[in-house]
């Protein structure tokens, strides 16, 4: 098991996806990327992604159940069937928002889908110290304000380090 963070403009496209992300109405995710960075190939099933406004808090976080990631052709019709796919559980309102989102992400050549689960909110979100612009931090160390926030003790830390370490060398 791994933390992510991830961070979220809170009514990108006019639709508050991390309200709909934590009250369970938005139950897959799904990231492009012209380029292979994180999320793609750094999450696995099980893994948290803790859920951060843009220039706020972490608001909450999310268990990943399932993920796969793709390789697409650029412009290959297999980014849309993955979008009607997915529609209605990513928070696209109907066929023609889903072709509208493939016509604006179509020579996106990587895609990350996963699974979204047990939803929590922080009834007092935390404001973390995030000194770069990145959108998706892999791996990420819970700062002890957020170990506190979700009640996780020092003895389960250290655990998922031990089991981290142990499992670092088993992917070469």
């Known amino acids: 098991m791994a933390n992510h963070l991830a961070v979220y403009n809170r009514t990108i496209f006019h639709t508050d996806y991390i309200q709909m992300m934590l009250s369970g109405d938005k139950s897959t995710e799904i990231k492009l990327g012209y380029r292979r960075v994180a999320p793609f190939g750094k999450i696995t099933a099980g893994d948290y992604m803790y859920i951060k406004e843009a220039s706020g808090p972490v608001v909450g976080r999310v268990l990943i159940p399932e993920v796969k990631d793709y390789v697409l052709d650029p412009g290959s019709p297999e980014l849309l ?10 928070g696209l309102r109907d066929a023609e928002h889903a072709h509208a ?10 895609a990350t889908v996963f699974s979204l689960a047990k939803p929590e909110q922080l009834e007092h979100p935390v404001r973390i110290y995030k000194n770069n612009m990145s959108t998706w931090i892999a791996n990420y160390e819970l700062p002890v304000e957020l170990q506190f ?5 020092d003895a389960e830390m250290k655990k998922e380090s031990k089991r981290d370490r142990a499992n670092e060398f088993r992917h070469f």
């Open 81 to 90: 069937e993955i979008l009607l796919r997915i529609q209605e559980t990513v």
């Open 101 to 110: 989102m493939f016509e604006k992400n179509q020579y996106k050549r990587y």
């Open 149 to 153: 926030a979700f009640g996780i003790s």
